[in-house]
């Protein structure tokens, strides 16, 4: 079979000419097998390294390790007789989880327990796959290093293990991906650099983290790969940064302050996109359980000194209209970075309404990264509260990871009631969606008009909350609190769909199909 040769083109024409060079780089050197990784002799000056000391109030971990049995992504699994660090019956990502060494972090995790899985690892090291890639290496090496300051730990076996995946990152750092993946990169090498008080590890760490927080972070404050669980990640590693630097006086130049600049922004971020009930929007790939909670975080900011910033939803494209009994969180933005989309979805003007502080329109989640039908339906254009054109994605998602042609924002006008705004996702037929809001104290209006092309079929999808209860009365569709009369749709359909509550966890739920012509109009009434 040969390859759907437009779609790659679409997928890779977007890539910075850095990334590719660096996928043949690492391709090449690997075939030939050209890198040696040495552990360090005994010794070496670095088997003696300051244990850094952090704040306490670096938040914990709720438990994924009780009694021998590993909990990742709500699947559980028990190693009787040893562990398996290669263990792959739940998927690379449960994978990744297990290597990850977030367990660590636990209130109830002992100091025996722990250095025993250390220990652990360290043995089987030489045969673990997935666990040796730098992502991974990245979280554990932080993970065991926070975990040894909080018990005030020396010990030359672990440090000789960290030192040689510290030399295994540096030969693997991951320009060919970028994005968060280079972020945790940079993390990483500051932890290491303090630990070690090695010159070459915070060197890089500090050339890769400010050139990529200054790109990543956007002038709004959020995480340019536009994902709240990725967001709030993000802001936990510049909080551990903060709080490693400014409790270990080793360098005293600029990356603090950009540091500390970063999260007030970031901060800022988090309280602009909040519902009132403290949740974040689930939009793109947002799961719950994955990272720490947003009051969490802001608690960790304000016991470490960060003001949170007042910012305006701008550049990340959201946009967020509240009043008394409302919540509208709306996205009008273009996917996120052109050159890495993994996370995104084709979701381009979809929306979620909270009335009365509770959910009622909402996204759907994620429950798997795994490439399956289900990741490819939680990521299109039918699995969110848009309108799909002639059956097809807006942006073309595939693969578990990939996107060809994407949807950009053409136009947007906007004020306080009204915001108006248009898409060419579906340019190559010719078509331009114009998705247009009116606030009013009591109602949304929601315009949609198709123009231009061939229009074979065009359905508008809403997506419900579990347990809300949905009905179709003629032109409308009713729940408890909503009264939304459709002019222009032709069929309204009642059916289910699967909200995914949180990795591997779905619930079904009401959805609503309407199949609509060039212009329709829906009036949200708040009841």
């Excluded at 994005?179 to 932890?191: D, I, T």
């Amino acid at each position: 079979m040969y390859p759907d040769i437009p779609l790659y083109y679409h997928t890779l024409k977007y890539l910075k000419l850095r990334q590719v060079a660096y996928r043949l780089y690492y391709l090449i050197r690997n075939k030939l097998g050209a890198v040696n990784y040495t552990i360090l002799k005994r010794s070496d000056q670095r088997e003696q390294p300051i244990v850094p000391l952090l704040c306490p109030g670096a938040p914990t971990l709720t438990s994924c390790y009780e009694e021998d049995v590993f909990t990742f992504l709500n699947l559980s699994y028990r190693f009787d007789d040893r562990i398996d660090w290669n263990f792959s019956e739940y998927g690379k990502l449960w994978t990744y989880n297990l290597t990850y060494f977030d367990y660590l972090q636990q209130e109830s995790m002992t100091k025996a327990k722990g250095m025993a899985l250390i220990y652990d690892f360290i043995k089987q090291s030489e045969d673990i796959r997935d666990g040796m890639m730098p992502f991974p290496i990245s979280l554990r090496t932080v993970n065991w290093i926070r975990f040894l300051s909080r018990y005030q730990i020396a010990d030359p076996v672990v440090n000789r293990s960290l030192y040689s995946q510290y030399q295994k990152l540096m030969e693997n750092l991951e320009y060919h991906i970028m994005g968060n993946h280079l972020l945790e990169n940079g993390f990483s090498l500051l932890f290491g650099a303090y630990f070690f008080r090695d010159e070459k590890l915070y060197s890089k760490a500090k050339e890769i983290l400010e050139a990529e927080l200054d790109e990543q972070i956007l002038s709004d404050g959020a995480h340019f790969e536009l994902t709240p669980m990725y967001h709030l990640i993000m802001l936990q590693r510049v909080l551990d940064s903060i709080n490693l630097i400014t409790n270990n006086l080793w360098k005293t130049d600029t990356l603090l302050d950009m540091l500390r600049e970063k999260a007030s922004k970031m901060t800022g971020w988090i309280v602009a996109m909040q519902f009132k009930n403290g949740q974040l929007p689930r939009v793109n790939d947002t799961a719950e359980g994955i990272a720490l909670a947003p009051e969490r975080l802001l608690s960790y900011a304000k016991i470490m000194g960060i003001s949170v910033a007042e910012v305006a939803l701008g550049e990340s494209g959201y946009r967020k209209r509240t009043n008394d009994r409302y919540e509208c969180l709306l996205d009008v933005g273009n996917i996120g970075p052109d050159y890495i989309p993994g996370h995104a979805h084709s979701d381009t003007f979809s929306f979620e309404l909270y009335v009365d502080g509770k959910p009622v329109i909402v996204d759907t989640g994620i429950s798997t990264y795994e490439n399956n039908a289900k990741r490819h339906y939680e990521r299109s254009t039918a699995a969110h509260n848009t309108v799909e054109i002639n059956g097809k994605d807006q942006s073309r998602v595939w693969g578990a990871f990939r996107v060809a042609q994407r949807a950009q924002i053409v136009s947007l006008t906007e004020d306080s009631n009204v915001l108006s705004a248009t898409h060419d996702g579906y340019s190559d037929q010719g078509i331009l969606h114009t998705r247009k809001w009116e606030f009013d104290s009591g109602s949304i209006k929601i315009v949609d008009s198709i123009t231009g092309g061939e229009l074979s079929s065009a359905v508008s999808y809403l997506h419900f909350h579990p347990g809300i209860a949905v009905r179709i009365e003629g032109d409308s569709v009713v729940t408890p609190s909503l009264r939304i009369r459709y002019q222009g749709a032709e069929v309204l359909e009642l059916g289910e769909y699967e909200y995914a509550e949180a990795f591997n966890q779905c619930r079904k739920a009401p959805v609503i199909s309407a199949k609509i012509g060039r212009e329709s109009t829906m009036e949200v009434e708040i009841i």
